[in-house]
């Protein structure tokens, strides 16, 4: 597919990713080396207790670009961490993208695509599209709890009903309205992609979704029992924070 991003910021939140992050570092200066891109990564090291930090300051003179390490002193959650990546990239469009090579950084230019030629201003990736591949489904339970969350968002937070996949952790962002977006964030935790969806429905841009490559890379210290609670607890923030009365 023909290259038409021509300044990237990568962002990576992590949270005790000592075993993924070199590799995620280097796929992303690859794709951005091969892709001619001038881009910029940046690791958000969420408070991490292992060598996450180290390992990847270890890696800043061994690429090409710049590599923005932040350092939050202790763990603020995911949303806390891709905000203070967005606030902190420097280029025309910014990606945040999980860590785990879940999704070949490939596909970022399928989103881009998508993005230039619908005039739009976010695009999604998504897992639910006809088009997008699924190497490794999610667990069953990961399925139902995905299931029953996406009818809860769209019923009682009035997400828009044409997006399809709300959680993807695979975005892009013009960087003056992801900048925008997050910096009005409040929610840093499971909701915050909702959050940030709703932002932009009532900013009045454009969100547009993209098929895209996806594994599932389960992470045994996250499970629905466990953060059911939370996410139900944000529900009833977001419902009140953006006065939906349904």
């Not at 990576?12 to 995620?24: L, Q, V």
């Not at 932040?70 to 603020?76: A, E, P, Q, R, T």
């Not at 098929?211 to 059911?228: N, Q, V, Y």
């Not at 944000?234 to 006065?243: A, C, N, S």
Request: net charge neutral; glycine share 6%.
């Amino acid at each position: 597919m023909e290259n038409n991003i021509k300044s990237l910021s990568i962002v990576f939140p992590a949270f005790e990713e000592e075993k993924k992050i070199e590799n995620d570092i280097l796929r992303a200066s690859e794709f951005l080396e091969q892709n001619n891109i001038s881009g910029e990564i940046i690791v958000v090291d969420d408070g991490s207790k292992d060598g996450t930090y180290s390992i990847a300051n270890n890696i800043k003179k061994t690429i090409p670009f710049d590599l923005i390490i932040i350092k939050h002193d202790k763990n603020l959650g995911k949303g806390f961490a891709v905000k203070s990546g967005i606030l902190r990239a420097t280029k025309e469009f910014i990606l945040y993208s999980d860590v785990g090579d879940i999704v070949p950084l490939e596909y970022a230019l399928v989103g881009f695509e998508r993005l230039k030629e619908n005039y739009a201003d976010v695009a999604n990736g998504s897992r639910k599209l006809p088009e997008s591949i699924i190497i490794k489904q999610q667990d069953n339970d990961r399925k139902i709890a995905s299931w029953i969350f996406n009818k809860i968002f769209k019923k009682y937070l009035n997400v828009p009903r044409n997006l399809t996949d709300t959680q993807c952790g695979f975005k892009i962002y013009k960087s003056k309205v992801g900048k925008e977006l997050f910096s009005e964030l409040q929610t840093n935790g499971f909701l915050f992609e909702i959050e940030i969806i709703l932002r932009a429905v009532q900013s009045g841009y454009h969100i547009l979704e993209f098929p895209l490559e996806w594994k599932c890379d389960r992470d045994s210290r996250i499970g629905f029992l466990k953060t059911a609670p939370e996410i139900v607890s944000e529900i009833f923030t977001l419902k009140k924070m953006f006065k939906i009365n349904i």
